[in-house]
Structures are given as C-alpha cells and as structure tokens.
C-alpha cells in the first residue's frame, strides 16, 4: 500500500467498518480492496449484476490496469461506464466521459511523464475520494472538478461540481478502451435541441466484435458540441470524440449527465434511458443503488466476529456480485453470438470467466441467486445456438476462448443436477454432449490419443485436465438425468488425466504422443504460457482431478498415503523457478497457489480423505494470512468474483469440490452464526464451542454423520450446528 493514501484509507475502512445506528450491510463493504498488488478489482459505481461499471479509467494499461484502477497511480482520463473486475486481461472502458474547463490542448489518452499538454487526463485527489456500493466521487485537481457518480442497471448518472469558468464542458471520448481494446467504427448523433447526445463504439481486442451504443442527456442547456476527428489507421478517420460545451458556470455550479448503455442500438440505449432513469435525482438514485445492494448482501447475515472480519466478508459477496453482467435491454431485445439481435424472454447475461467461476463463483450463485440461475441456463443454451457451442470465456456478445477445457459445460451442467427448471433441461444437455464432442482446441487430438501429447500441443497437461473435468460434469449430469450410456462414455473420458500421471515422481508431467514422458522435468519450472501447464507447475496441476477423488486416492496407493502426499505439497518449498515464470503463481503455501484458480479445491480433498482437521488448518491459514481489509487484500487476480466466492463458501463452513455435484465439503466455519436466504426460508450456520475443529454436526436436531452436506438440504432451508473443539476429530 502507497503510504500517501494509507490516513484516508484507514478513515475510509473506520467509517465502513463501524456499526451505525440502524446498521446497514453496504457499510461493510471496502470498495478498495484488492486495488492493490495483483487484485485488478473494478472501482467505481455500480448496481448489482448491472450493465454498467460506472469509475475512473486511468492512463496506464498495463497487467495491473486491467481494471483501469490501481491504488499505485492516480491519473484519470475520464469516468468509464464499462469495466472488468479481476481479470488478468483488459478490455471494456467504454463510453468515456470527462469534465473539463479551458481548452484542452491534446485530445487523447494522455502519457503522464509528459504533463497535461499530452492529453485530457487529470490527477485525482485520492485523499478526497469516496468509493462505496453504488457511488463513487473523486476531485480533478486539473480541472478544479469534483465528479461524483452512481447507476442504475444500465444507465450511468454523472454530477460534476464545477469552480467558476467561462467554458464549462464534457468531453465524450470513443478513442480509448483500455489494455489490448481498439475503436474500430465510431459515431455521434448530435440534437443540440433536446441536450441528447447519442452514438456507437465498435471495438477490437479481447472481445474481437463488441458493440456499444449509447444516449446521453444533459440537465444544462447545450452551447454547441465541437466532433474531434482521428486518423485510426486500417480503420480510417473516425470521430473519436464529442466536446460538449456549456459556457459559463458559476463557483459550485453543477452539471449532470445521464448515460444508457445498450448492446443492440441507439434506439435500445434510449429505450434503457427512459425507462431506468426518467428523471434527475441523483441522491435518490444513490440510495437505490446501495438499497440494490443492500437486498443482495443481506441474503447472508453473519454475526458473532469484529468488524474487520465482517467488513472481508462482505467485500468479498459484494465482488461476487459485480458480474455476471446484464447483457439484454429492457425490451428484451440483446445481441447474440451470432452478432444478430434476437428478443429473449429472459434476462440475457454476459462476462463470464468461466475457467475461473465455475469452481466457486457459479456453485455460490446456485445458492445465493436461485431466481437468476435459469436465465444463467438459457443464457449458454441460446449461446450455444447461435455459436454452435458453449461460452469458454464470453465478454459483451464475443467469445475469447480464454484459457482451457469447457467450463461452460461445467457451469451449466451444476444448474441442472442442482434440480433447476423453467427451461429445456434435455436440450441443455445436448448442448453439454455437443461442445465436448466438438474438434477444436485440440479436442480432436484427445480424441485420438487418449490424451493431448506435450510435442502435439502447448499447454498439453492443463488443456487435457479441464476438458476432462468438463466431461466429469456431462458423466454426472447424464446419471442425474439417466442416461446410462453417456454417463459411462464421458466417465471413461474424463480419467484422461491418469495418462499424466507419474508413477516414479508421483507427479503429472507431459507425455509425447510416442507414449514417453517430457523431459527434463523440474516440478518447480513455470516458464508463462509455453510449456505443459497454464499458470501454474507440476506441483499444483496434479490435484486437477476434482471430478476423479477416486482414480487419485487409487493412484497413491490409499487414503492414508494420499494424505501424506498432500502434506508433501503443503510442506514444499515456495519456490517457483523459470526466468518466465507466471506472475499468477501468488499466495503460495508451499506449492499450493492460493493466487490462482486451479488449486481452490485442494485443501478440502483432506475432508474427503477422512482428514477433516487438516482441510481446517490451512483453511484458517488462508483465512489469516490471504486475505485482508486493505488495497493489497487479495493474493491474486479477483477473476470476476472466483477469489471472493472461495472466501464466502468456505466461511459458511463447506466447499463444492466436484464439478456438477451437490455435494458441499465441510471445513471451517468463519463466523458464529450465519443465516443465509434460500428457496425454503432460511438456511442458518452456528458454531457451537471454542476451538480450531469440527467435533460433530448436526442437521436440523439430528445427528449427521456425513462429510459434506448436500445442496437439497442447503437450499430447504434448516439449521446446521458445528460443535467446535481443540482436538482434531474425524465424525463421519
């Protein structure tokens, strides 16, 4: 943490940490953590699952941008009303609007060692800046402005407190996206008469085909509106951006604009406009937004800790709700993978990480969002419609098919083995079995091999062991839907990985497509995105089995020896070692990776080995030592809520290790008492007794002599007791 921000922050964390009168669940939440180190959290205003990601986008576009926020810099090109949060790729910040008095020197991104002469950019006043749920507010000290913000769904409300000048204005800038964005095709639709500004941004990059479509009103009459045309090479001259002028203003005067976003046209933006935010009042719109917020926390109600610990766990549920986002218009109306518009009968959603998610971010979901989860459903099948398969990682409309496996396939088969209907199970399925039959991505070698060779395809171990997981979760949809056939096929193919695995180093490393095994072979070597493994090493990819407990348990000899070989893990040095080495191997203990999402499950494989206090240990060690009420509170990439939502299952006591399953492993409580809202009322945790360990459970009154508790008794509602001792016991 920057030392110059460290008095305003500790007054910012007092402030939303301290119980109030009527004590409000949003106080809890610290916007800013995670703005720090590798976090890459969005800040800034926002609503719920909104469209719009309303905050500052900055000048840098490097790895720690990817958000356009980071607590080591303060410049700001303009207030953005689309962002990412947590990824470790940029894209989005769209739409971005800048106040400014004067004239402006150079219109563009701006490059601070170059001064204010460089572009439009300002510095903020960060010990000025005030982020929580649904606004955000920060001076300009270029400009003398102080902005403020906040949303609804999908429109953006702007108020900008202006000193005195004689040439007040808001500059629209369609230029600049962010990190690997490009604008491809801009345009304004000026009506000088009404104070409506209306217009498009086509870009590529991460997502290669993203359209954006905007209208904005103003709450001051329009002077007139100068359009700033640039030369955008193979794209031509495109008019980049709108100075909006107003003239004169008087010391404090203020000027609002509103701003609709919508996927599909001008028309669609307009349409959101009006019916989301009819009229000017922003400090109502405010209370809307943290009230939104306010609704979503409280599905959970913890008690019994201070309120640091309150104030981590419920900055974590509020990350997990950033995204997924609305995708579809008021009417409906949203853009398809096919680049078409279609009309839906649902909310459509878009950004979704998968490869991250689907691990603990869409199980939480299934729990928390029961009403969301079938529009989730008929989100990927119409994907899958109009794409041909699956989304692997589906950002505003495109697909990026960034990272490995199909986690679509995983996520949706979670819904339907959940016991979720409202739509064509039968057809999601197939839509499961098609995207993991399909020949891409080296699917076709697996097919032929058994496997994916190292010399055949880079990255080969972690492709092959997510697409196996992938097929664990067709394996257990089709027993859950009762096709036997399937279920038989895809379980054989999910134990793919057993090819990996080595009997001498008792490890998994590549295999040529001759049957012989890589070499050389250092367990400890990360060399990023060129050799076997994706954003990790031997080490972590070697519990990549969550769908096959079994065949690894099996693999060790038994329960006992796999236990011992997790301790190994546990007990190895930190090192990583490789001149190229992931910057995503972070939050180490030993060689598990805490940092980085393919290791979230290994801690509770001990439960599942009969070695419950064992998952408590470094469950509380993470607990204490990974996560923190400050910028740098995260130990990797947030990855659109996945880092949080491993913190908010975990704290109610229980962790899904299997991909579509419904069964919650049991670990360590966090709180006292935990109440969480579910489709049968209400669903309470209680923590009985002192002590580091589980010594039994309790369902409902009755003893339970189970491991894990299953997503029926979750969501019907009920009362689960962990009574709490000193000694590790083992009750199941």
Not at 463 to 480: F, L, P, R, S
Not at 596 to 613: K, R, V
Not at 644 to 664: H, I, K, N, R
Request: a negative charge; one cysteine or more; glycine letters at 10%.
């Amino acid at each position: 943490m920057k030392f110059k921000y460290l008095l305003p922050l500790l007054a910012f964390v007092a402030c939303t940490s301290a119980p109030k009168t009527e004590e409000t669940l949003t106080s809890y939440v610290n916007t800013r953590i995670g703005s720090g180190g590798h976090g890459h959290v969005f800040v800034g205003a926002n609503v719920p699952f909104g469209m719009v990601q309303l905050g500052p986008t900055s000048i840098p576009q490097d790895w720690d941008w990817c958000s356009g926020y980071h607590d080591s810099d303060s410049t700001v090109i303009g207030f953005s009303h689309l962002h990412l949060e947590g990824t470790g790729i940029g894209d989005l910040f769209d739409v971005t609007f800048m106040p400014v008095v004067g004239q402006v020197t150079s219109y563009s991104r701006g490059v601070e060692a170059d001064g204010y002469d460089s572009g439009l950019w300002s510095y903020a006043d960060r010990t000025k800046e005030v982020t929580k749920p649904g606004y955000y507010s920060v001076p300009l000290t270029r400009y003398g402005i102080t902005a403020e913000m906040t949303t609804t769904n999908r429109v953006g409300l702007h108020r900008y407190t202006f000193p005195a000048a004689e040439d007040a204005a808001i500059v629209i800038d369609l230029e600049n996206g962010g990190c690997w964005d490009t604008a491809a095709d801009t345009g304004f639709d000026v009506n000088e008469a009404d104070g409506t500004i209306s217009g498009w941004r086509h870009s590529v990059g991460w997502a290669d085909n993203q359209k954006v479509f905007f209208s904005a009103k103003f709450n001051k009459p329009i002077k007139n509106v100068e359009i700033i045309k640039k030369e955008k090479g193979r794209f031509g001259e495109l008019p980049l951006y709108a100075r909006v002028n107003f003239g004169p203003v008087n010391e404090g005067e203020q000027i609002m604009a509103k701003v609709a976003i919508s996927a599909v046209d001008m028309e669609g933006a307009a349409n959101n406009l009006k019916s989301e935010l009819p009229g000017w009042d922003f400090d109502a719109t405010v209370a809307a937004a943290d009230k939104a917020w306010e609704k979503e926390l409280s599905k959970v109600k913890v008690s019994g800790e201070d309120p640091t610990a309150r104030t981590i766990f419920y900055t974590a549920l509020y990350h997990t709700m950033i995204h997924p986002s609305t995708f579809s218009d008021v009417d409906g109306r949203y853009r398809g993978s096919d680049g078409q518009v279609h009309q839906g009968d649902f909310t459509d959603y878009t950004v979704f990480s998968l490869w991250d998610t689907y691990r603990a971010q869409m199980p939480l979901f299934n729990i928390l969002h029961p009403e969301k989860a079938v529009d989730i459903a008929k989100t990927f099948v119409n994907i899958f419609k109009e794409y041909g398969q699956l989304p692997v990682w589906h950002l505003w409309g495109c697909e990026n098919y960034c990272m490995a496996g199909n986690p679509g396939v995983t996520s949706l088969g979670d819904i339907i083995v959940k016991g979720y209907k409202g739509f064509d199970v039968e057809e999601a399925f197939q839509a499961m079995k098609s995207s993991v039959m399909l020949d891409d991505r080296a699917q076709d070698i697996r097919k032929k091999y058994g496997f994916i060779p190292s010399d055949l395809y880079n990255e080969s171990v972690a492709h092959d062991m997510e697409y196996a997981i992938a097929d664990g979760a067709v394996a257990n949809t089709a027993a859950y839907l009762g096709h036997q056939d399937d279920e038989a096929y895809f379980r054989n193919r999910s134990h793919s990985y057993r090819n990996y695995m080595d009997k001498e180093t008792l490890l998994a490393r590549g295999r040529l497509s001759d049957g012989s095994w890589r070499t050389p072979f250092n367990p400890f070597y990360s060399n990023h995105r060129k050799q076997d493994y994706m954003e990790g090493n031997a080490w972590q990819y070697t519990w990549l089995a969550p769908q096959d407990f079994d065949g690894l348990v099996e693999f060790y000899g038994s329960k006992d020896k796999f236990v011992e070989r997790l301790d190994t893990l546990f007990a190895q040095s930190s090192k990583i070692e490789g001149e190229n080495a992931s910057a995503d191997i972070t939050g180490l203990i030993g060689q598990y990776v805490h940092g980085n999402e393919p290791s979230h499950h290994i801690i509770y494989f001990y439960s599942m080995a009969g070695a419950p206090a064992k998952t408590a240990d470094k469950v509380r060690e993470v607990y204490e030592t990974l996560y923190f009420n400050d910028d740098n509170g995260l130990a990797g990439n947030e990855d659109e809520g996945q880092m949080s939502a491993w913190y908010v299952l975990s704290a109610m006591g229980f962790y899904q290790v299997e991909p579509a399953s419904t069964q919650f492993w049991f670990g360590l409580p966090r709180f006292d008492k935990m109440e969480i809202a579910v489709p049968g009322g209400s669903f309470t945790i209680t923590r009985e007794g002192t002590g580091k360990y589980i010594q039994s459970v309790s369902l409902n009154g009755a003893s339970y002599a189970k491991g894990y508790i299953d997503f029926a008794d979750i969501t019907a509602g009920g009362n689960l007791v962990f009574t709490m001792g000193e000694e590790p016991a083992c009750w199941y």
